[in-house]
């Protein structure tokens, strides 16, 4: 939230009321909502594994081209490796456009937010992105996630690692408070049914491009076939 004060003009006879006025606006300036940490601590650590829920922003560098937010699901899925670094698993989808963006420029934003019962918190990770897409992931990177994403999910395709270059947090006074009810297994069955093989022609055809033309994930997992971009 920021303050500002209105423009006014200053008589004698109320010297002392805009004074008043212009300390309360300079003291009301520097109350900030949110603040910038040095690490992500512990208590950033059980957040991000607490959420139900969280949003990947990325942007290509012409402006021209489509911003991307992706809900992603859940925080599990998201491990701290470090005090500046931190990496989460991606399951395939109909769209590449986040994979496209971080092998064009790298640039990535991870938020968290609190929509149950508790303390309201935002806590927002920006820095820079690597793609690692499944076949170069080494196992000991693997092994930091839940099984259920990354071993027996025949949608998995990449990890990112995001190395985080500022923390913040925020109130969210304005964010509900909702009840978690259940995570959806779509995305799991239709994964199930299609199988490896599937999955692996599925993401060919549906991730090899962003929307704006740009290459993405599958190009990276299968640099020997070329698909043309819609």
Known sequence: TVFVCAPYRRFENESKTTDSHTQRCLQN???KM???????????????AR??????????????HHVNLSPKAPG??????????????DLTGSGAETAAHVMENGRMTLMFCNLQEGPPKILRLHGRAELLVKENVDKS??????TSLTQTNPGFRSVFILNVERISSSCGYSLPIM??????STLDEYAERKGIE?????????????????????QVRNPNLVIAPK
Request: hydrophobic letters at 40%; charged letters at 20%; proline letters at 5%.
């Open 29 to 31: 300036k520097k109350r």
């Open 34 to 48: 949110g603040k910038l940490l040095d690490e992500i601590g512990s208590g950033e650590a059980a957040f991000i």
């Open 51 to 64: 959420q139900k829920v969280f949003f990947v922003a990325t942007a290509p560098l012409n402006g021209n």
């Open 76 to 89: 599990s899925s998201v491990v701290v490796l470090g005090p500046h670094k931190v990496a989460y698993a």
């Open 141 to 146: 990177l693997l092994e930091k996630f839940p």
């Open 179 to 184: 009840t978690y009810q259940k995570t959806r």
């Open 198 to 218: 599937g999955m692996n022609e599925y993401c060919l055809y549906k991730n090899s491009f962003s929307i704006d033309g740009l290459p993405s994930v599958a």
